[in-house]
């Protein structure tokens, strides 16, 4: 099992920044490709990164347009997700997502295990 636990969520101003982490206990995340998504209330979860098991490969919603960036320290058994130039839009649950079986993943990837979310809020 890989239970991924997001933190560093929190009340931010419009334009500031946040960092969000992702531990998966139980297995090492230098194993596993992993992504984070958010959901808003009463809308669908969308893709926002995702970062392959060796960290070389990147991709993000085109939304994102530069202003976040995801990233790995394994030797922290940790992912990443720096957020800058935060918008109220941007307010929602953030989640990680271990994905066993990909190298690189995506929006599409089959995800094995969901964090519970960490509540991210912008104020404006």
């Known amino acids: 099992q890989a239970q991924p636990v997001e933190s560093g969520g929190g009340l931010v101003q419009a334009g500031g920044s946040l960092r969000l982490s992702c531990a998966a206990s139980g297995r090492t995340v230098s194993d596993t490709a992993m992504g984070w998504f958010r959901q808003v209330s009463g809308k669908e979860r969308e893709f926002v990164a995702a970062v392959s098991r060796s960290g070389g490969s990147t991709i993000y919603a085109p939304w994102v347009k530069g202003r976040f960036t995801v990233s790995r320290a394994n030797a922290k058994n940790t992912v990443y997700l720096q957020m800058n130039s935060l918008k109220s839009e941007d307010t929602a649950v953030y989640y990680c997502?271990?994905?066993?079986?990909?190298?690189?993943?995506?929006?599409?990837?089959?995800?094995?295990?969901w964090g519970q979310g960490t509540q991210v809020t912008v104020s404006s």
């Open positions: 997502a271990v994905a066993l079986s990909a190298v690189v993943a995506g929006p599409n990837t089959k995800y094995d295990y």
